[in-house]
T-cell receptor, first 118, second 114 residues
């Protein structure tokens, strides 16, 4: 069965601190996709990144970076120099890579609430 | 940037009433989804839909739920007889192709059953 664990329920940091959000997943599939979504206080789900299981290169986008470690089944997300606007709930999600139907079901973790204090 | 539009943003209904949640996916997208998030909890898959058929549904998606694409633009989720435990945020999502590039989610409909 597929499972995503975000053990950190809530993290508080002071602005400009770096923060890492952990994500550990379980799957029997050899190919799969991992995602991070941001849910700000307004409630929508904002896509941040997709990573496929073939690609273990770390990715950086501005202040955001992602560390994918297949050996430990982890896909961690780091925000450098955090800002108050980063305050949100962050969800990690897992999906199969291929389906016969063309539709994909995402398994979400329980989310990590990040509070960045000014 | 194209958006998935959901209406209404908030709906209050009495227990036992039928509700229809509406979504307008991105125009050239072909694959559609509904997810649910009970307040403060994780986002859960309800159903996927393609070519006017349900592709997959979860255990949550029982006989009181149905989905429909009544015309070329709308995608609806109907709950026939609402229960208190149906109170949640409902998200619609769509994708364009069979490649899994990540959903575009709508902004959600908060359903409150009283």
């Amino acid at each position: 069965a597929q499972k995503v664990t975000q053990a950190q329920t809530e993290i508080s940091v002071v602005e400009k601190e770096d923060v890492t959000l952990d994500c550990v997943y379980e799957t029997r599939d050899t190919t799969y996709y991992l995602f991070w979504y941001k849910q700000p206080p307004s409630g929508e789900l904002v896509f941040l990144i997709r990573r496929n299981s073939f690609d273990e290169q770390n990715e950086i986008s501005g202040r955001y970076s992602w560390n994918f470690q297949k050996s430990t089944s982890s896909f961690n997300f780091t925000i450098t120099a955090s800002q108050v606007v980063d305050s949100a709930v962050y969800f990690c999600a897992l999906s199969e890579a291929y389906t016969t139907s063309g539709t994909y079901k995402y398994i979400f973790g329980t989310g990590t609430r990040l509070k960045v204090l000014a | 940037e194209p958006e998935v539009t959901q209406t209404p943003s908030h709906q209050v209904t009495q227990m036992g009433q039928e509700v229809i949640l509406r979504c307008v996916p991105i125009s050239n997208h072909l694959y559609f989804y509904w997810y649910r998030q009970i307040l403060g909890q994780k986002v859960e898959f309800l159903v996927s839909f393609y070519n006017n058929e349900i592709s997959e549904k979860s255990e949550i998606f029982d006989d009181q739920f149905s989905v429909e694409r009544p015309d070329g633009s709308n995608f609806t989720l109907k709950i026939r007889s609402t229960k208190l435990e149906d109170s949640a945020m409902y998200f619609c999502a769509s994708t364009k192709s069979t490649s899994n590039y990540g959903y575009t989610f709508g902004s959600g409909t908060r359903l409150t059953v009283v």
